[in-house]
């Protein structure tokens, strides 16, 4: 009962984070479209109410206008939307997931004693660390003078996460860096909302209802602190899928993976958002980001590549009888070291179903999975945390039979 409710709160925990962030990104996206998107208002009426922008816009078979004032308009309307429910949303639901699998279970998703033999509350106090050293960091760089200077200060930032991917791989597991380096980012990007934002928001709606001076310096931070939101957008992204694919964080070299397609997803993104105004541009957007984006991402694409190798001996070299020895060996130690989690019944504590539905439990479903088995044997990401004590000889014999091609 304790492993299906685990499952049931790991269902709804990752079904809300998804849903609270389609509509946290849609919403940024949108509203960084519309920025970049608005036009000098030519009517006079507009310039006069002080409309700094408009844009025109069809969808869903209606006609709409959106238009940004330089401040705000004469008298404050009835209602004002607020967009934050999204991003708290999304920040909690994460961080329970957070909880609930990679803190609740850190020996088995946080750990690799290979990689650093952390206890399990030291190993949770260091990703808290991360989440809250991230932010704090961050925050300091953009309030400090080089906050001022975008372009050093994107580069500046892009080191320390550097950093931060580099050091994370260096004392987790690749699944547990990977997320906890994503949670960091989306740790920033919700306390930016939260800590600036909607205050420079509020402040600035309570100083028109008050009749006082607005100080333009809540609008110049929400919109500094809303772009890089958008910057870090893709490579969350990327880091809350990655643990389905071991080719990334299982690689010897994951953090070069994780630092490359981190900055290709930020490069791309940054692509889009000069697309947006390319109107000033007479039409023309740099392809440089996307350029740096995209070899990014197909230099990670040949590094991951598997090394082409011609197996050790073909299977027609073996006698039947060899290669009814070899694969009863190969089922025996996927009887001990995989079916406990991979069956239709799983005897692993904490485990109510097989992972990723993937099942190994009889001789014609073992058979099915042989090129995600190597994937996962030569990365070292299965048997997950080696709860089941595979041991270096049986996953050189495995991977020797893998490389033959699985003979049965």
Request: a positive charge; aromatic letters at 10%; one cysteine or more.
């Amino acid at each position: 009962m304790t492993a299906y409710l685990f499952d049931i709160a790991s269902l709804l925990g990752r079904w809300l984070h998804l849903i609270a962030g389609i509509a946290w990104i849609g919403a940024s996206f949108y509203f960084v479209w519309l920025d970049d998107s608005l036009r000098r208002p030519k009517r006079k009426e507009l310039i006069d109410a002080g409309v700094g922008g408009e844009v025109w816009a069809v969808h869903g078979g209606g006609f709409y206008n959106a238009q940004k004032y330089k401040v705000a308009p004469a008298e404050l309307p009835e209602p004002l939307h607020w967009f934050y429910w999204e991003a708290y949303t999304t920040w909690l639901s994460g961080f329970f997931l957070l909880c609930l699998l990679y803190f609740g279970k850190a020996e088995v998703y946080l750990i690799d004693p290979r990689v650093m033999p952390l206890g399990n509350v030291a190993a949770i106090a260091i990703a808290l660390g991360f989440l809250g050293g991230g932010w704090i960091v961050y925050d300091l760089l953009c309030r400090s003078p080089l906050g001022r200077d975008e372009r050093a200060l994107g580069a500046t930032v892009a080191v320390l996460a550097g950093a931060a991917a580099w050091g994370l791989c260096a004392l987790f597991s690749g699944r547990g860096a990977y997320i906890v380096f994503g949670a960091m980012l989306g740790t920033i990007m919700s306390a930016n909302v939260f800590f600036v934002i909607i205050p420079g928001q509020r402040e600035m709606v309570r100083a028109k209802a008050e009749g006082r001076t607005l100080d333009p310096i809540h609008g110049q931070r929400g919109k500094q602190r809303s772009v890089h939101n958008t910057y870090f957008t893709l490579p969350v992204l990327f880091t809350m899928i990655s643990n389905h694919y071991a080719s990334t964080f299982g690689s010897h070299c994951n953090a070069l993976v994780l630092i490359a397609l981190g900055a290709s997803g930020a490069l791309i993104r940054a692509w889009f958002v000069l697309r947006h105004k390319a109107h000033e541009r007479g039409g023309r957007t740099p392809a440089l980001p996307l350029a740096v984006g995209l070899a990014l991402l197909l230099a990670v694409v040949a590094l991951l590549a598997p090394a082409s190798r011609s197996p050790e001996a073909s299977p027609a070299a073996f006698s039947p009888a060899t290669i009814e020895l070899r694969f009863t060996s190969v089922q025996a130690i996927v009887e001990r070291r995989c079916v406990p989690c991979h069956s239709s019944a799983p005897t692993l504590a904490g485990f109510a179903t097989a992972p990723n539905g993937v099942l190994l439990d009889t001789p014609e479903r073992l058979l099915a999975h042989t090129a995600q088995m190597q994937t996962q044997l030569s990365t070292g990401v299965m048997p997950i945390g080696n709860l089941t004590h595979m041991t270096d000889e049986e996953r050189k014999l495995m991977l020797t039979w893998l490389a033959e091609g699985a003979p049965h």
